[in-house]
């Protein structure tokens, strides 16, 4: 019997009418094995997986393989994005086993959860040195039975290897200026000058590195660490990886130019994307910044936002082609016959040398990815590209999955707030501060304890682990500063000593699951980025910011030594944890404490909020106002509004003028959000 029916994951959903009989990740279902005396078989994805499907279309939904599968094991479907420390801990042993990992995974366990064989896509056929996937089941279901003792010896090792793993922490402070420096020579080694970004194909946006060489060039003004993140901003904007008709990145580039992008696309990219250009135009005035920014911002909202208020998780990369074949890219890749179908052909002759579409195509059958290989301001442009964009509308959508995902919210309700705040588009804080409510409303219990995810407004079964928090209260802060509403840092701070109670270990360590958690093998801890901040150092921002706004020590003792481990990491491996090296620079600039009193959304507060200072934190509100602790005993000067900046401890002189408070955070009092 398949037991995925009634779950909030999409994914999961989506395998609810195999013939395999699937179990959710459960103690019942490692109780079914116990009974049964058959290994468990774990199979791990999320739903805008590509090879994800094509393994279930080809292999789950086989009703031989299934029957087989039903027989000798006991198959458990797990969701990544809703089970992020289940992923983590089996995903740790498929890399030290095999040197490298992906999704789909597949695992195979005792009963006791210990893990023994490993792989991710296995083909229905053996083909390129892959045995097909029956044979892996049949030479796993062989050992089972005939080799046991070695299975349990195998299991147990590996057990053993992961716990013995020690993390090094640090432990002796936070990093400092040479640190910072040894990571921006680090990152400059790995730089493509040519194409921008880090590394080789495939290239994946490098959002919170980008955000630190934005943070640096800020707090030091080096010149080289501003040079790169704005040249790998506009080729990323310039590529096929952005969605030139509707706005959006897809989730990374199959090349090193950015050319054809996996066309799936993400909220957390998206989210993440979406702040770096708002924070590259504060920083430079660069109309590219603002004018993708804004686009990143509303493709969140017109594609991703969900009737309850939040942002559902993922578009998927496949959809119907014009032969009804579910084929990736199909929704966004155009032929020079489709673009003289839709604009004729002067028009089309244009839109083919303005978007790089050519008679070979740069992706597949003679179709091209849209790009901006040439000048982009052409007034033309703006009516081809309403008229690709309706006609594309009319072409079957890739699939949504609807879940919402708590710390990816989180980074969306900071990049939402941020742009609409720059920018003088309040509905885009508005849409900000609805899904905000939503997490408030379903994710967060009586206590303060997150959930992982909810779907049509129900909450998930599944605990928050500490990305959740981190980012949640990240978001919090950021529309905080942007509303003046106070109740949004109060909400931030009641997450964040859930961090401090149930997340820290000795020594500043963070732990991905709290420790009251589901006991799994291993008790993941990973301080490194992935495709979003670790949680480890989204905690250490958020309790920084929160340690500005309130001066609590226990929250800023325990940024710091959560630290550590970017002392540690930063200098050697800068592009895997980029966060942790954007919050470093805050907590070397202060961060700063900016108190107006005086208006929100006034000419002294949107000033504050346009300060690059590195993690500046801002309140603003009543004189006086019990909004927020910095504006204690802070009066306006003479009936005007007025503005406090203080670092380390040392204030500057109140003022009432824009450009003085500008030049206090550096920024330009004079930028028009809507210039």
């Known amino acids: 019997m398949n037991r995925l029916a009634g779950v909030t994951s ?72 809703e089970r992020p420390d289940v992923d983590a801990v089996y995903m740790e042993a498929v890399q030290a086993a095999t040197g490298q990992g992906g999704w789909p995974m597949t695992v195979f366990l005792t009963a006791d959860a210990e893990p023994f064989y490993f792989g991710t896509y296995f083909p229905p056929e053996s083909r390129h040195g892959m045995p097909s996937f029956r044979q892996v089941l049949e030479g796993v279901a062989g050992a089972w039975t005939g080799r046991r003792d070695e299975v349990g010896e195998v299991a147990g090792r590996i057990v053993r290897d992961l716990s013995e793993r020690s993390l090094a922490h640090g432990g002796d402070g936070p990093p400092g200026e040479a640190e910072s ?15 921008g970004g880090f590394g080789g194909a495939p290239k994946f946006p490098p959002s919170m590195a980008l955000e630190f060489l934005l943070r ?55 989210a993440l994307l979406c702040r770096v250009y708002a924070h590259l135009w504060r920083s430079t005035g660069s109309e590219l910044a603002r004018r993708v920014a804004l686009e990143t911002a509303d493709f969140m909202v017109r594609e991703l936002r969900t009737p309850e208020g939040g942002f559902a998780s993922a578009l998927d990369a496949d959809s119907e082609d014009a032969d009804g074949r579910h084929v990736e890219g199909a929704y966004y890749v155009w032929t020079p016959a489709q673009l003289r179908e839709v604009l004729g052909e002067d028009d089309a ?21 849209l790009q901006l290989p040439g000048e982009h301001d052409d007034p033309r442009a703006a009516g081809v ?67 992982r995810t909810s779907k049509d407004g129900r909450a998930g079964e599944h605990a928050g682990v500490l990305e959740d928090y981190g980012d949640v209260a990240e978001g919090f802060l950021a529309l905080a500063a942007v509303t003046g509403e106070g109740a949004w840092l109060e909400f931030a701070g009641f997450l964040l000593d859930i961090v401090l109670q149930h997340f820290t270990g000795e020594g500043g360590q963070l732990y991905d699951t709290a ?9 993941p801890q990973d301080p490194t980025d992935s495709a979003t901040p670790a949680g480890w150092t989204a905690a250490a921002g958020a309790l920084l910011s929160y340690a500005a706004h309130t001066g609590s020590e226990p929250h800023r003792t325990a940024a710091e030594g959560a630290l550590g481990v ?7 491996a800068p592009r895997f944890i980029g966060w942790g090296l954007a919050v470093a620079e805050a907590l070397l600039d202060g961060p700063r404490e900016v108190a107006v009193a005086g ?44 503005a406090y900046v203080c670092r380390h401890f040392v204030c500057d002189a109140p003022t009432t003028d824009p450009q003085a408070l500008a030049d206090a955070l550096g920024a330009p009092a004079d930028r028009e959000g809507a210039s």
């Open 10 to 81: 999409p994914y999961l959903l989506q395998h609810a009418d195999n013939p395999v009989d699937w179990w959710p990740w459960s103690p019942e279902a490692f109780e079914e094995a116990r009974r049964r005396n058959v290994p468990v078989l774990l199979s791990v994805g999320y739903s805008s997986c590509h090879w994800c499907h094509v393994m279930a279309h080809e292999s789950f939904e086989d009703e031989d393989t299934a029957s087989y599968m039903n027989e000798h094991f006991v198959s458990v479907k797990v969701d990544r994005e």
């Open 181 to 195: 420096a040894q990571a921006l020579l680090g990152l400059t080694r790995e730089y493509d000058e040519k194409r």
């Open 216 to 270: 640096h060039h800020a707090r030091t003004g080096a010149d080289g660490a501003l040079q790169m993140a704005a040249h790998t901003c506009e080729a990323m904007a310039r590529g096929g990886i952005y969605d030139q008709l509707g706005g959006g990145f897809a989730r990374y580039s199959v090349d090193r130019e950015w050319v054809v992008p996996h066309f799936e696309k993400m909220l957390y990219d998206n």
């Open 349 to 369: 002759a244009f839109a083919a040398e303005y978007f790089g579409v050519t008679g070979e195509g740069t992706f597949e059958e003679g179709s091209s990815v």
């Open 385 to 451: 590209r309403e008229r690709l964009l309706a006609a594309r509308g009319a072409r079957p959508r890739p699939g949504r999955d609807d879940k919402v995902v708590a710390a990816w919210n989180g980074l969306a309700i900071a990049a939402l707030a941020e742009t609409g705040a720059y920018f003088d588009r309040p509905d885009l804080v508005e849409r900000a501060t609805e899904a905000a409510d939503l997490l408030v409303r379903v994710h967060m219990g009586p206590v303060a304890r997150l959930v």
């Open 515 to 523: 420790d009251d958690a589901e006991q799994l093998i291993r008790r």
């Open 566 to 572: 970017v002392k540690a990491l930063g200098p050697r």
């Open 599 to 642: 208006p929100v959304g006034g000419e002294l507060h949107r000033t504050a909020l346009l300060g690059r200072a590195p993690g500046a934190v801002v309140a603003a509100g009543e004189a006086g106002g019990a909004e927020f602790p910095l504006l204690a005993d802070r009066p306006m000067t003479d009936g005007a509004p007025t």
